[in-house]
Each structure stands twice: as C-alpha cells, then as structure tokens.
C-alpha cells in the first residue's frame, strides 16, 4: 500500500531544474528521511510533496485513501511567527480547518481533535500560554500537535531539530519515533545523517542529478553512503 | 486647607460642568454626529485589519496605498467630478493588488517598487493640483487632503451611509473569515499545505485595506492612515498574549482614541487627523510601560 509515488520527478522553481529523477515511493507506517547537500532540492521536493510547488516534469502521485491536502506539515520556524501573539490553543486549533469545510466556525469536533492532540504531545497544561515565550523543544511539540490535527496519517517534517539544544533534539526524535510506531507514516527532511540512519526506516538521499532511495541497510552498503563517510573522515 | 481644596474640587467640578454643556451643544448638530459615527466605524475597521497588517509585515502597504489615493485624489478633483470617490476607490484597489504581488516577490526589490510607487503618486498627484486646480487656495486644499484637518465636518448624509455600508461589509467579512485570516496570518505555507487558498485571502486582505484607506483619509487625511493602521496593533501586542485578545483590545484602543480626539479636536479647535493619531500614540506609550512591567 503506497501513500506517495514518484517517478522521474524533475524539482525545481522559476524554470529552474533543482534535481531531477527523482523516483521514491512511500508506504504505509513508513520513516523516511530525506538528506543530501545544501541546495540538492530538499525544501523544493518538500514543497512538492506538500502541493505547494508543481513538478516541473515526471509523475507525482498521492494514493490509497490519502486526501490531497490531508498532509500534517511541520514547517520551519519563520521569523513573523518569533514575536507573535497567539495562544497555543489558538495556533493547535488552527491546524483543524481543513475539516471544517465551508463551515466559518470551529466546532466541537474540532475543539475535541485539538485537545486530543494536545494531551498526546503533553501540552495541554500550556494551551493559554503564549506561543512565543515557550522554550524551542516546546514550540516545535505546539507545532507538532497543529500537524497532528491536519492528520492522523502522514506527517511531513522540514529540519525539526533546527534550533533545538542537544536534550531537545533527543526528545524530540524519540517523540517523532514513537508516533511512527504508533502507526503514522513519517517523512523528515533533515541534514542530521547520523539520527536519520539511527531513526529512519528509509533514506532518500538525493543529489543534482541522481538519487538513492531504499532501507538504511541499503543505503549504508551503497556508495552514496560510502562517498560520506570518506568525507567527513577527511 | 480644607476651604482651599473645596474651592478646587468646586473649580473642576464648575470645568466639567462647562465641558459636558459644551459637548451636549456640539453633539446637537448633525455633523458633528456624523463626524463621531464614521470616526467610530474607521477605527474599529482599521484596527480589525491592522492586526493582521503589522503581523504579516504587510504595513508598507498601508502605507504606499495612502499616497496613492491622494494621487488620485488629486487627479480625480482637477476633473470636477461630482463623486470623487468613484475614482479613488478602483485605482487604489488595483494598486492594493499591484503592491501585494510586487511585495511578495523579494527577488524583484519589493520594497524599492513600493517606495516608487508611492512617492511617484504624491509627486504627480500634487504636480496635477498645481497646475491643473482651478480653487484659489492650492495649499489649502494639498494640505488638508494630507491631514485630514476639517473634512470630517463637512461630510454628506450620503458620504455617510457609504461609511456605514463599507464598515459592515468589513467586520462581516472579518468575523465570518476569522480562523483563515489567523491561519493565513500565524503560517501561510502551513495553511496552503492544508487546502486554504492563501493567496485569495492575501488579496483580500490588500483590498479591504484600500477600502478602508480611501474611507479613512476623510477622517485623518491621507499622510495619517497608516497611524491608524498600525498603532492600535503596536500597543496591543505589548501586552496580550492572544490573537483574539490582540484584536478585541485593538478595536477597543481605536475606538476610544477615535471617539476622544474628535472631541478634543471640537472642543479646542485642533486638526482632527492629528489629534486622534496623538491620542494613539499616548495609548502606545502607555501599553509599553505596561508591558515592560508584566
């Protein structure tokens, strides 16, 4: 059962080719992590993924039950979000429109989704604080709650661990792991290897021109990890 | 002692009595009701998007889009048309949308365009009233569209129901749009990501800001919109911890410093724009001293 299927996908934005052959598929209860270098096409394939920027070329398909749009996204932090004044309940709460239809108003299936979300990410002793005064580890896990609202299937993680002090980070890769475990399915762009091959299920390495997709156990046998290794022993 | 500070209370007491007669005068001709009811709804429709505005970083749009209505102001006054808000309000949208979509684009200088635009509307837009004005006193005219000075007070019954119409079909569409414009406003990509079309709401956004800044120069006149957009904001932010709080007490701000510096400006014969934008700027004040000590 495969959630997204990608074939030939050619990235990129502008007319701008970014990467290219790009096939991967992701399936159910999977944990897939994406890395490669600064500018190989990370955010670009991301933003792909989540609909936000068409393919310039090559199939991209989503399938098997999973809604266009019913993705829980965890976005970088931006800088409008650092000072704003908003509530956590407020901000978790907002994650649930795209249920709400045409409707203008949350209502109480909304109200009991953010809750529900808010007690498993253990946040629910915070929601009338203020957003910008929580520390890192308990933003990224307001943030987390607000994509879990968007869906109870697929999440997809840009750096999560950005910013984050070493405790934090720990945590919230060990957070993220058990919600895989769980039964959700996981895709994290990350420039993190080392926690991608000690938590990820499957790795999609991707450069300008080619790309590895396949198990940890693949990848550390195949000469893109190889290739890094040599690297970062020089 | 005693007799003295009786005396004293008797002297406030007597000034009040004087002020409150005073009002009571005033507030028994028509424009002045009028003047107090669309000073009101401005500052409660100006304050509802300002939020929005200064968090999306949005408020050079505020800003360039008050230049270009006073130039079209301008051009609009040297035709001799009977409505010149007919004119204003279209060429002030369409520049509401041109500024939004040249804004979002980083690559192409977003700022420098808008600086451009603006400026070039305030210069052509007073170059047109000098040459082509047939009233006597040019400056007069310029600096009142800029400051706003007495218009308030000569506003028509028609003028006014425009006003009345406008702020209602504003805070409709806020409170119905409510959830999407924080969406929008707190994550834009999230909000994409899950079906919300973002830059629709972006777009109407930009438009009802033009709305109400053709709306508002009557009231502070065109160089003082932006004051009205902004501050609000700015001094709830310092001290409320959520959106909802932010916007309510926002509105609330607005409103009050609207409603005060109309009455000061009657009572001792000030420029109304100015003194409602220092009636704000003291409430700004206020708020940060208050916020520094939370």
């Given at each position: 059962m495969s959630y997204i299927k990608c074939k030939n996908l050619v990235l990129g934005y502008e007319g701008m080719?970014?990467?290219?052959n790009i096939s991967f598929e992701v399936n159910k209860g999977d944990y897939l992590c994406i890395v490669g270098?600064?500018?190989?096409g990370k955010s670009t394939l991301m933003k792909t993924l989540l609909g936000l920027t068409p393919p310039m070329g090559g199939v991209f398909e989503c399938s098997d039950g999973l809604n266009a749009h019913e993705i829980g996204y965890l976005p970088q932090q931006t800088f409008?979000?650092?000072d704003f004044p908003a509530s956590v309940w407020e901000i978790v709460l907002s994650g649930t429109l795209s249920s709400c239809g045409r409707r203008p108003f949350f209502g109480r299936a909304q109200k009991e989704l953010a809750e529900k979300n808010m007690r498993r990410m253990d946040i629910w002793n915070l929601r009338?604080?203020?957003?910008?005064?929580?520390?890192g580890g308990q933003q990224q896990r307001v943030l987390l709650a607000r994509a879990l609202c968007a869906s109870s299937v697929l999440l997809v993680l840009d750096e999560p661990v950005t910013g984050l002090d070493p405790k934090a980070t720990v945590e919230f890769y060990q957070l993220i792991k058990r919600l895989n475990n769980e039964g959700l399915t996981i895709i994290m762009v990350s420039h993190d290897v080392q926690a991608a091959i000690e938590y990820a299920s499957h790795i999609l390495h991707i450069e300008k021109e080619r790309s590895f997709i396949g198990t940890v156990q693949e990848y550390m046998e195949s000469e893109f990890w190889r290739e890094l290794a040599n690297k970062l022993e020089m | 002692m005693l007799v003295n500070s009786c005396q004293g209370s008797g002297l406030i007491e007597g000034i009040e009595r004087i002020m409150i007669e005073e009002i009571q005068f005033y507030i028994s001709y028509p424009f002045v009701r009028y003047a107090l009811i669309v000073g009101t709804l401005i500052a409660l429709c100006s304050s509802l998007l300002g939020v929005s505005l200064v968090l999306k970083r949005f408020s050079y749009i505020g800003d360039g889009l008050s230049h270009v209505a006073f130039g079209a102001l301008a051009v609009a006054s040297v035709f001799n048309l009977t409505n010149n808000t007919l004119v204003v309000m279209p060429v002030t949208i369409a520049a509401a949308i041109l500024l939004l979509r040249t804004g979002q684009n980083t690559k192409l200088y977003g700022d420098s365009a808008i600086a451009m635009v603006s400026v070039g509307a305030l210069a052509v837009g007073y170059l047109v009233m000098n040459l082509f004005?047939?009233?006597?006193n040019v400056s007069g005219d310029v600096c009142s569209t800029l400051?706003?000075?007495?218009s308030i007070l000569t506003l028509t019954r028609a003028e006014v129901a425009l006003c009345i119409v406008m702020s209602v079909i504003v805070v409709a569409l806020f409170v119905l749009l409510y959830n999407r414009i924080f969406a929008v406003t707190f994550d834009e990509n999230f909000a994409r990501a899950t079906g919300v079309k973002a830059q629709l709401y972006n777009t109407l956004i930009a438009v009802i800001t033009a709305i109400i800044i053709v709306l508002a120069m009557n009231l502070v006149g065109s160089l003082l919109v932006s004051a009205l957009v902004v501050f609000p904001a700015l001094s709830a932010m310092r001290v409320i911890k959520s959106f909802k709080g932010v916007v309510i007490y926002s509105a609330v701000i607005s409103v009050c410093c609207s409603l005060v510096g109309i009455t000061l400006s009657i009572l001792f014969s000030t420029p109304v724009g100015s003194t409602i934008v220092a009636a704000n700027i003291v409430v700004f004040i206020g708020n940060c001293i208050a916020g520094r000590r939370h």
């Open positions: 080719v970014v990467a290219e270098e600064n500018g190989a409008v979000q650092r009338k604080e203020c957003y910008r005064k929580l520390s | 004005s047939t009233s006597a400051f706003g000075s007495t």
